[in-house]
């Protein structure tokens, strides 16, 4: 599922985007829904910021396809910020985790303009929002 909300910042056209992409099949299924997801990006006009939960390494396929349409927040040239698991309590053990060790949530631009890089405190916030505004479809 994809929600896109259309705003205008000051005189510029911007698109908030958020997506989940699978995490129960196989890399295959993501693949696919990152070629789909691409399908939909291009549609949009004016500056696009995506939020997503990717279930994906930044290394892997579905990643690599997102990366030849969306420009990463992050310095390319660092590791990219780890965000999973959550800080929450895991409802299956009730565990506390205190350190993610990977990344899998991404914040990316379609910006022919511009690029821009977004300090950890920036990326944290944007995502905690990403999960306040979820949209949950069946």
Sequence with gaps: SVCAIKAVVGEQLVWIVTTHLDHRGNEMSRVKQAK??????????????????????PTSNPMKIMYEYLTPCYSTLEPAPATYPSIM??????????TPTSCIDYIMMKNKNQQVQLTHQQRVKILQLKHQIMVWTS
């Design 36 to 57: 789909d997801f691409q399908t939909i990006i291009n549609q949009l006009d004016g500056n696009v910021i995506v939020c997503g939960d990717m279930n994906a390494q």
């Design 89 to 98: 309590p895991r409802p299956e053990t009730g565990q506390v985790v205190q």
